[in-house]
């Protein structure tokens, strides 16, 4: 699950550079490291759950 989630993201980060998303917050393309922060935060969100519920 985390592999998909980091391609996802790596993928999202990506189309910001080339083309930006648009969203609120997302509208240059340097905004691609807030991409990077959100991606960190659920990956460690991932690993810290699958720890404790397994």
């Known amino acids: 699950m985390t592999?998909?989630?980091?391609l996802l993201l790596i993928l999202a980060?990506?189309?910001?550079?080339?083309?930006?998303l648009g969203l609120p917050g997302l509208r240059r393309r340097m905004d691609f490291w807030k991409i990077a922060?959100?991606?960190f935060g659920i990956w460690a969100v991932a690993l810290l759950s699958?720890?404790?519920?397994?």
């Open 13 to 20: 980060m990506a189309i910001q550079v080339i083309k930006p």
């Open 50 to 54: 699958r720890d404790f519920l397994m």
């Open 37 to 39: 922060l959100i991606a």
């Open 3 to 6: 592999k998909l989630i980091a």
